[in-house]
Nanobody, 118 residues
Framework: VQLGESGGGLVQPGGSLRLSCAAS????????MSWYRQAPGKERELVAY????????NYADSVKGRFTISRDNAKNTVYLQMNSLKPEDTAVYYC????????????WGQGTQVTVSS
């Protein structure tokens, strides 16, 4: 099982980034996907969620209207489009795959750094 995040980097306030998380080794279309982030000295927090079919999404209040989560089940990839970035968005961003049911399975990626600074 692998989850590989990419697309992080350094961006100025007000800028945009698009994160990608490519999955392999499991049935991607059966898993809900989420993006989390963790800033230095803070707990990991949920940023955005999308269900397995892509028809339902949820966002943290702090990113509503600025971030958009989407998925392409044909490409086994989930995305996070981040616009109007703020310094407080600086963190390591992780993707998570989760399948509920008789046997709950959770997989995490290694993370990608996003730094918003002038």
């Amino acid at each position: 099982v692998q989850l590989g995040e990419s697309g992080g980097g350094l961006v100025q306030p007000g800028g945009s980034l698009r994160l990608s998380c490519a999955a392999s080794g499991f049935t991607f279309s059966s898993y809900a996907m989420s993006w989390y982030r963790q800033a230095p000295g803070k707990e990991r927090e949920l940023v955005a969620y999308i269900n397995s079919g892509g028809g339902s999404t949820n966002y943290a209040d702090s990113v509503k209207g600025r971030f958009t989560i989407s998925r392409d089940n044909a490409k086994n990839t989930v995305y996070l489009q981040m616009n109007s970035l703020k310094p407080e968005d600086t963190a390591v961003y992780y993707c998570k795959a989760e399948r509920l049911g008789l046997v709950r399975r959770v997989y995490w990626g290694q993370g990608t750094q996003v730094t918003v600074s002038s």
